[in-house]
């Protein structure tokens, strides 16, 4: 039993719904962002194993380590990236799958397994004995610290109407009364859930800390080979993942069955359009300007969320 309970959880990390099934996902959603930002800008955009193809030619280059740098935290970096966002898409992806499968308090593990990435990257570039690695992790985490504390605000939103810190409870909840975007509350915790969703992806306008055109990657300045790789799969990964977690907490996810999967897939599409649109419609901010953002605006938004959940709107 023992053995048969430690093959099953390998199955799970490693196969499905764990690193193979996220990352070739989420590497297909990665070329439809690129798809689709191509059509936008009137050019044909590349194939659809583009994305498979750049990390294959990854993997098979060899990983330079900088002199004088942290080999131990630059090594470790990217395998920390890759090991949360294959943690936290598994644990999402079993919840909505195998609703009893899930534990109390998962939704509080997956969101420390969710900056995971994000910690890496700070840990990698200081790691990295490069300025521009320097300042890129010094950037990531000042976002960090601005647009934890606003995401944390709205999926509170969410917690105070489910009274549960279970992913299961949540989508039980809202196949009995609803999706939590329907309400008041709710739909001002989706937006500034939205704004903090761009911001872990570190995409525009909040790709502050790598801005390829002032840092040349930040953080990723000195990775090649296979580290890159990594890291590029692990965000490809939270590109499905952080999605599907945007679903499941504010647009309702049922039991699986063709239709509710049909209508699952035509809200997680939904949330990746948001995504992109903003992606290719915005300017890079200033990192005063995304502090500004999320400690004022979004931060009072979000405390405005949590009294109009408290008295039940």
Partial sequence: MEWTQLL??????IVFPGFLFASTV?????????????IV?????????QPYADIGKL????MFIPRGSQAIG??????????????????ILLALLHPGSDFVGDLIVLLYLMVLPSIALVIGGASSRSPFGAIGAGRELSMILSYELAFLLSIFTVLIKVHSVRLSDIVAYQGAHGAILGSVSGFIAFVVAMYSLIAKLGYLPF??????????GGPLAEYSGSGLALFKLSRAMMFFCLPVLMVILFLGATTPT????????LKLLAVLVIIIVVKITHARLKLDQALRLFWGYLLLVAIAGVVLALVGW
Avoid at 59 to 62: E, N, P, T, V
Avoid at 77 to 89: F, I, K, M, N, R
């Fill in 8 to 13: 099953t959880g390998v199955f799970y990390t």
């Fill in 26 to 38: 989420g590497l297909f959603l990665t070329w439809v962002d690129r798809k689709v930002t191509a």
């Fill in 41 to 49: 800008q009137s050019r044909v955009g590349p194939p659809w194993f």
């Fill in 59 to 62: 993997l098979a280059k060899k």
């Fill in 74 to 91: 630059f090594l470790a970096a990217p395998l920390l990236a890759v090991a949360g966002s294959t943690l936290a898409t598994a644990i």
């Fill in 207 to 216: 790709d502050i800390a790598e801005a390829d055109t002032e840092l040349i």
């Fill in 258 to 265: 063709a239709l509710s999967i049909a209508g699952f897939l």
